[in-house]
DNA sequence: TGATAATTTGACCGGTTGGTAAACATTACA
DNA sequence: TGTAATGTTTACCAACCGGTCAAATTATCA
């Protein structure tokens, strides 16, 4: 046989999930780092340190590298939204999901800009994803939220708007680093910033999430 | 003279002005859609209804072209943080910079996305506009955030973080668009989120960052 | 071991891309 | 009006890019 390439056998050889392995590793790094149309299969190839024709030997287009790519990392990628419970206390609920947004912007900062360089293009790829599995998490999670407002256990808010913001603030640090680097100087080189990010995130969701008789003060919803 | 191109003639021609003003608009729609490498010189000759060449004679490169589109975006954009008033009402300044921030996502989405772009890869084109004018522009705001603070108008909070979380909750309106619609899905075609998003981040800044004695419940920075 | 399947690579191809050369057209102005 | 400066276009080039091909190399296993 000559062009095996993966998905025509039905068992994978060691040297294959190596290799494919190998190709999505280089394959995030440069997506993520480049956007899909500013990556070359060349760089992807350098990275993985193999030649053009052999990656394309496991991938046999550059979007089907991405597909994969996409496909391997989106599920991780929603996990800490699953965890949500209904079940949970509300305000430690969304403290933690805070949390473990903001740990996978610090330990997985490609996978979140491969997924902002996607969105902020238009989405071309991964447009369904959004439609469908991704909405019906958000909209389970929401219900669930408006649950906990009704029942008095947290302020009332838009829960859309809620999570927008918690996946907002939070992948900012993965999202935007250089320029929270930028803003916040040299000496923070570490990783202080999240630190300092979980504590000042944790407290406004909190405190602004605080149930309260009256608003705090008047606002209107016009801009 | 053969080769005047702009910068080379101390006074600019009328047609001068209206091509380049042609070409940077040309530009903005393409480079926040694509980002930088993700655009063609001959996509913007397209929307500008010019030829290639044409394009070139304005601006000797592509990257002229970006970087000349940069220089004029970025003072507009940072117009809103200049508008922060340290003598003020702090609440009503904060919350007025929020909608101000919204205002922007929603009229001018394309200046959004091409600094989401351009930080998003690195900032290759702008990391000294960052670590320069920026950075002071935050820092000086910054102190008048913390002074605030001290004085008991706000809470105590890490003012550049604060300012983090205004900026990607605003912008997200914009880099993220087509996420924010499909997960709120398509009955939401008009501009409704952005008045909902309004009264959800007042409320939520508003009341995160009202003055208490205690932290309202127990919480850690640690991540 | 040897034959067969799986893997790897250098050479190459057609299309695209940033940019140029030079001829042509238009404008400004003495 | 004439002419020099300014503006525009067609044709083109070299480098790059996604992808193919056939030949060479390596792994598998009867």
Redesign the interface.
């Known amino acids: 046989m000559v062009l095996p390439r993966a998905a025509k056998t039905q068992r994978r050889t060691r040297i294959q999930e190596e290799k494919e392995e190998q190709i999505l590793e280089a394959a995030l790094e440069v997506f993520s ?6 990556s070359t299969i060349d760089q992807i190839a350098e990275v993985a340190g193999m030649s053009k024709p052999n990656l394309l030997y496991y991938f046999r287009t550059k979007e089907a590298m991405h597909r994969a790519l996409i496909d391997r990392v989106l599920d991780t990628w929603l996990d800490p939204l699953r965890e949500f419970n209904a079940e949970g206390n509300p ?1 430690a609920e969304i ?1 933690s999901y805070i ?1 473990r947004k ?2 996978m912007a ?1 330990d997985f900062p490609r996978e979140s ?1 491969l997924f ?2 996607e ?5 071309p790829h991964i ?1 369904d994803e ?2 469908g599995p ?2 019906e998490l ?1 909209d389970e999670k929401a219900e669930v939220i408006r649950t906990w407002a009704k029942a008095g256990k947290i ?1 009332k ?2 829960p ?3 999570i ?2 918690i ?3 939070t ?3 993965a ?2 680093d ?3 680097r ?4 040299q000496e923070n080189a570490g990783d202080g910033r ?17 149930v ?1 008789e009256q ?3 008047d ?5």
């Not at 930028?182 to 100087?185: D, I």
């Not at 606002?219 to 801009?223: A, F, L, S, W």
């Open positions: 780092a480049n956007g899909f149309r500013g305000v403290r949390r903001l740990e610090r800009r902002a360089n969105v902020l293009q238009g989405a447009e959004l439609k991704l909405k958000v302020a808010c838009d859309y708007h809620l927008f913001a996946w907002s603030t992948q900012h640090y999202d935007f250089v320029q929270v930028a803003v916040l100087g999240f630190e300092d990010a979980a504590r000042f995130l944790e407290r406004l969701f909190v405190d602004g999430l605080q309260r608003p705090s003060s606002y209107t919803g016009e801009i």
